[in-house]
T-cell receptor, first 110, second 113 residues
Framework: DGGITQSPKYLFRKEGQNVTLSCEQNLNHDAMYWYRQDPGQGLRLIYYSQIVNDFQKGDIAEGYSVSREKKESFPLTVTSAQKNPTAFYLC?????????FGQGTRLTVV | GNSVTQMEGPVTLSEEAFLTINCTYT??????LFWYVQYPGEGLQLLLKATKADDKGSNKGFEATYRKETTSFHLEKGSVQVSDSAVYFCALSGFNQGGKLIFGQGTELSVKP
């Protein structure tokens, strides 16, 4: 089945560590996105990519980095510079008909 | 800039009640409008969409009509079920924005038996 796969579902990070969240899609979509969701809030855009080897900062890019080496993959690295990384992270890909989301990764700093 | 405003939740209804969740937007040009639903611990699922004025999106008994004159896209359902309990997000994708979505803050719906 076509879709978006995020892994892992749960991730624990020690302070000062970098962690990478995986996002893979087999929908053949050009555009991919990373959003952050905090409790009781909407989604905020971290980074997006509309084509391979190109990406742009969203509204809250500080402390995050991404790469887009393949059309299918858009990994997000949460660096130690992100001071409040505990959140639910959602990856999406889109066509003109709308965006399709993965199941999310819940990151907790311990 | 573009923005979306939703009615605040939580909204609590009894089973079979009528549902309305208000959504208004600010955008230049002619955005596409969407409703997404999020069940606990999961990602977002596209519920319905409308791409031009007066379009009505519908799915699973939910409906929303793109009203350009009032810049609104209110979500309605005639008879809610307990299984409809979730968080609902209104979103827009601006013209020439490459599919980038701007979300409202979400409205939590709780349906009691």
């Amino acid at each position: 089945d076509g879709g978006i796969t995020q892994s892992p579902k749960y991730l624990f990070r020690k302070e000062g560590q970098n962690v990478t969240l995986s996002c893979e899609q087999n929908l053949n979509h050009d555009a991919m996105y990373w959003y952050r969701q905090d409790p009781g809030q909407g989604l905020r855009l971290i980074y997006y990519s509309q084509i391979v080897n190109d990406f742009q900062k969203g509204d809250i890019a500080e402390g995050y980095s991404v790469s887009r080496e393949k059309k299918e993959s858009f990994p997000l690295t949460v660096t130690s510079a992100q001071k409040n990384p505990t959140a639910f992270y959602l990856c999406a890909s889109s066509t003109r008909g709308g965006a399709f989301f993965g199941q999310g990764t819940r990151l907790t700093v311990v | 800039g573009n923005s979306v405003t939703q009615m605040e939740g939580p909204v609590t209804l009894s089973e079979e009640a009528f549902l309305t969740i208000n959504c208004t937007y600010t955008a230049t040009g002619y955005p596409s409008l969407f409703w997404y639903v999020q069940y606990p611990g999961e990602g977002l699922q596209l519920l319905l969409k409308a791409t031009k004025a007066d379009d009505k999106g519908s799915n699973k008994g939910f409906e929303a009509t793109y009203r350009k004159e009032t810049t609104s896209f209110h979500l309605e359902k005639g008879s809610v079920q307990v299984s409809d309990s979730a968080v609902y997000f209104c979103a827009l994708s601006g013209f020439n924005q490459g599919g980038k979505l701007i979300f409202g803050q979400g409205t939590e719906l709780s349906v009691k038996p």
